[in-house]
T-cell receptor, first 114, second 111 residues
Framework: DTAVSQTPKYLVTQMGNDKSIKCEQN?????MYWYKQDSKKFLKIMFS???????INETVPNRFSPKSPDKAHLNLHINSLELGDSAVYFC?????????????FGPGTRLTVL | GENVEQHPSTLSVQEGDSAVIKCTYS??????FPWYKQELGKGPQLIID?????GEKKDQRIAVTLNKTAKHFSLHITETQPEDSAVYFC??????????FGTGTRLLVSP
């Protein structure tokens, strides 16, 4: 069983389109995250949700909107896609929101905007 | 905010040698320092972590050291094997799980 899963694994789309990436965790964790990894492998947090509530919202364009229907799911919607949005997006989860708790990452979604 | 620097960006070693990756952080209040390994096409995976009340931690061939005064922490891999080849990330955080990652080190272990 995959602990943190993401769909799709690859996403190729045109500029201006709207797309969604789904994430699910079956670990029973309370906290979920979205990270962006750029072409230079730099990994940066975008959002964090704890029990469906937003607790971290980094400087991310309004075109990105996370949605958490329940504790096990955190989806990422991106409107009006731009070339610079091309990256690998990782979902992660941890048991609690507090320093020192292991974060488990999903396999990533490679987004390519043409 | 926190800033984490990581060196070197690439590291090539022969199988059986040791590898050391170093990180520095800026926020003296950071209290959790994990290390992640990312293999090609996969998500990062935690390999070891250390908290600010501990100076050193070891797990088989992997060890991490922390110098709070200098705000340095390092990953040591002994007896490297080809399967250790990957990108390694250090990170630091305090509160609310906001991990700040280093820029990554690509480790290549040659047979």
């Amino acid at each position: 069983d995959t602990a943190v899963s993401q769909t799709p694994k690859y996403l190729v789309t045109q500029m201006g389109n709207d797309k969604s990436i789904k994430c699910e965790q079956n670990l029973g964790h309370d906290t979920m995250y979205w990270y962006k990894q750029d072409s230079k492998k730099f990994l940066k947090i975008m959002f964090s949700y704890n029990n469906k509530e937003l607790i971290i919202n980094e400087t991310v364009p309004n075109r990105f909107s996370p949605k958490s229907p329940d504790k096990a799911h955190l989806n990422l919607h991106i409107n009006s896609l731009e070339l610079g949005d091309s990256a690998v997006y990782f979902c992660a989860s941890s048991h609690v929101a507090g320093a020192g708790d292991t974060q488990y990452f999903g396999p990533g979604t490679r987004l390519t905007v043409l | 905010g926190e800033n984490v620097e990581q060196h070197p960006s690439t590291l090539s070693v022969q199988e059986g040698d040791s590898a050391v990756i170093k990180c520095t952080y800026s926020d003296s209040a950071s209290n959790y320092f994990p290390w992640y390994k990312q293999e090609l096409g996969k998500g990062p995976q935690l390999i070891i972590d250390i908290r600010s009340n501990v100076g050193e931690k070891k797990d088989q061939r992997i060890a991490v050291t922390l110098n709070k005064t200098a705000k340095h922490f390092s990953l040591h891999i002994t007896e490297t094997q080809p399967e250790d080849s990957a990108v390694y990330f250090c990170a630091a955080s305090r509160g609310f799980q906001k991990l700040v990652f280093g820029t990554g080190t690509r480790l290549l272990v040659s047979p």
